[in-house]
């Protein structure tokens, strides 16, 4: 029997798989009764989400966040822990998070902003315990590491002032009272622009993917992924990549992507013959892509469009270019993976495109929603609003009976599962205000640039090397905390070494959100390879390499935006023609890069020609046109090597 389009396997552990590799933990699997009762929580709290963003708050937008933090900690700390039903102890943590989060609204909210700076034993008090209750939910929904990290700079700006004076990291230290001051009554702290983005931008894309999700949208990527290409030898990895690619505007989650798509195309990768650990890696790889990839970036790219002042359109058209060289090297993987292990053409059961795409072309409309209407200058978080309201209005096709429970599971659950984002970004202001209060950032990122300075001496020789230093920072950094708090920690410790050298605030925070969504699939720990390994029975360290090999053009092409001026180009800054040639180059490094780790070009690929590819690759990703010209030499040599040889070894023979 054919396998049929679209089918999920009948497999009862993929929640385990996720949970167990998921950058965030798993929440509680409640008895009905507390399920139903965080189900109203939750329903209410989007319901002031909603009401925020067409009839905010006279006070302004920090007074909206203390509202929010304050209702959104208590069920973090009820919706994750053990056990199906939250122990006692959990009730006092959720409600001393409301009362200390609610605190500046109880004696007036105007009478506690003018007592910053000079906070009373009882304002401290309820900062102090603020603090620690956001750690501990942040411990809860994704782990120890970032609430050590914060412990650690909490440490830095107190004990800062018993360091040697000829330290550089130095600093006159900060009292206590002024440290919680810096984190509980300023813009930098728990109320800073992290928190800012989870409560007006994150919160509304999750709501919006729930009821993408709820209309039946996943379902129709993945079937409209299956009928495109149908019946051929290289139509199985086709399908993975380009349903990993619509499953992302879904799911919003590397991890879960890669679960979600293996459930159902890993079936077909076996039948057509793919080893494990390729399936693995084609699959962690289409799973993280979708993160990377207009129009619904990971949650950094919110932040980056905050950071530097600009829309959210321009941060996604900053990433066309390099989401379309991601997927070429994708493609051309699955092009010679498919021909190197001899992979077979999959008799899968699907209808035409064209009548698939009849059926439900309208799931395409919610996402065209947004991106025209951030051409017109709406915000963003009217558009994706809107776009919800289009996705649930077009639910009624699918479920008329059960319409309005179904809109209000989906805001429901929209909300939930932004929790443990709403923690990291809450703990994040700890990592800011630090930095932000002993100045930090600026010291690392000197010392950065004065190391590649002492290995080097030509500006560009330095910058080649701070940015290699930069990408393998963010990359292990990226290993311990999730995506947000690595990008928000980067740029505060990182960026200003890259502004530093002369290159641009948009380039360097692109850079450094790649880095940090790729190190969801960077050894040793890579969690979307491990889940995919978890999912195909495949090596784990073999499916890591095999992600590898597929995301590496991701790894190389961000240096070329911070190497050269010229690297604009492939962010769409500047010049029309700049960004073709900056973008055919690229694709040739790209190509290149295809033909070094998946061993085909015409035929079987040797290693003479191979090894030219990795000057090619290098050569062609610095955007210099001599550069470019010697890249594409050594691609010649390699593809003239290639074709001579291919024609002796028959003879030999």
């Known amino acids: 029997m054919p396998p049929q389009y679209g089918s999920s396997v009948a497999n009862p552990d993929l929640a385990r798989i996720v949970a167990e590799h998921d950058e965030e933990m798993p929440s509680r699997s409640l008895s009905p009764r507390w399920e139903r009762a965080l189900w109203v929580a939750g329903l209410l709290i989007a319901l002031l989400v909603l009401k925020q963003v067409f009839f905010p708050f006279a006070k302004g937008s920090q007074y909206y966040l203390i509202i929010f933090l304050a209702v959104t900690l208590p069920l973090v700390f009820l919706s994750y822990g053990k056990g199906h039903e939250p122990p006692w102890w959990d009730w006092v943590l959720a409600l001393a998070a409301f009362v200390v989060g609610a605190y500046p609204l109880f004696g007036g909210y105007d009478e506690f902003l003018d007592r910053q700076g000079q906070l009373t034993t009882l304002d401290v008090v309820a900062g102090a315990v603020l603090l620690v209750l956001i750690l501990e939910a942040c411990r809860r929904t994704t782990g120890w590491v970032l609430p050590v990290v914060c412990l650690v700079f909490i440490a830095y ?72 290409f149908r019946k051929s030898r290289t139509a199985p990895g086709r399908t993975a990549a380009t349903a990993g690619f619509l499953l992302g505007t879904v799911s919003g989650s590397g991890t879960a992507t890669t679960v979600s798509l293996g459930a159902v195309t890993w079936p077909m990768l076996q ?6 650990e390729n399936a693995g890696g084609l699959l962690a790889a289409s799973g993280i892509g979708a993160i990377l990839s207009p129009p619904t970036l990971g949650a950094a790219a919110f932040i980056i469009a905050e950071y530097l ?14 989401t379309l060289l991601y997927y070429l090297g994708i493609a051309l993987a699955v092009e010679a993976d498919a021909r190197r292990f ?28 947004i991106i025209v209407f951030l051409a017109l200058d709406i915000p963003v978080y009217k558009a994706v609003v ?116 002369g290159v641009e605030p948009a380039e360097t925070a692109m850079f450094i959100f790649y880095y940090a969504v790729l190190s969801e699939v960077t050894p040793p720990t890579a969690l979307a390879a491990v889940a995919a390994a978890a999912l195909t029975g495949g090596d784990v360290m073999k499916t890591m390499w095999q992600t590898w090999k ?47 780790t998946g061993g085909w070009l015409f035929g079987p690929a040797r290693w003479p020609e191979r090894l030219l590819c990795v000057p090619a690759a290098l050569f062609l990703l610095y955007l210099q046109p001599l550069t470019i010209a010697i890249g594409a030499g050594f691609l010649v040599v390699a593809v003239a090597v290639h074709l001579v040889t291919r024609r002796r070894v028959p003879d030999a023979a």
């Open 157 to 228: 700006a107190y004990y800062g002032g018993f360091l040697p004076p000829t330290w550089s990291i130095a600093h006159s230290g900060v009292d206590f009272s002024q440290i919680i001051n810096a984190f509980f009554n300023d813009f930098s702290g728990f109320y800073g622009t992290p928190l800012d983005v989870a409560a007006t931008y994150i919160v509304l894309f999750t709501i919006y993917g729930a009821v993408l999700n709820a209309s039946g949208a996943g379902k129709f990527f993945v079937d409209i992924s299956f009928a495109a």
């Open 271 to 276: 039948k057509a013959g793919y080893p494990r």
């Open 309 to 322: 002042k600009v829309s959210y359109l321009s941060v996604l058209v900053w990433a066309i270019i390099p």
């Open 342 to 369: 001899g992979a077979k053409p999959v008799d899968v059961d699907a209808p035409r495109f064209f009548d698939v795409l009849k059926l439900g072309w309208y799931h395409f409309l919610s996402l065209g929603i």
């Open 386 to 501: 809107y776009a919800t309201g289009v996705a649930a209005l077009f639910a009624l096709v699918n479920h008329r009976r059960d319409w309005l429970r179904l809109i209000a599971d989906s805001l429901s659950v929209g909300v939930r599962s932004a929790f443990p984002v709403i923690a990291v970004c809450a703990a994040a202001g700890v990592i800011t205000s630090t930095i932000t209060k002993t100045g930090l950032g600026q010291t690392l990122a000197d010392q950065l640039v004065r190391l590649a300075s002492v290995l080097a001496s030509e500006p560009a020789a330095v910058l080649m090397l701070t940015a290699v230093f930069a990408a393998v920072s963010v990359s292990v950094l990226g290993l311990a905390v999730p995506v947000t708090a690595s990008f928000i920690i980067s740029w505060v410790v990182i960026g200003p070494a890259l502004i530093t050298l």
């Open 550 to 596: 597929y995301t590496l053009p991701a790894f190389l092409v961000p240096l070329a935006f911070v190497l050269t001026d010229e690297g604009a180009g492939l962010l769409l800054r500047g010049p029309l023609l700049d960004s073709v040639w900056t973008f055919g180059a690229s694709a040739l490094g790209v190509a290149a890069l295809a033909v070094l």
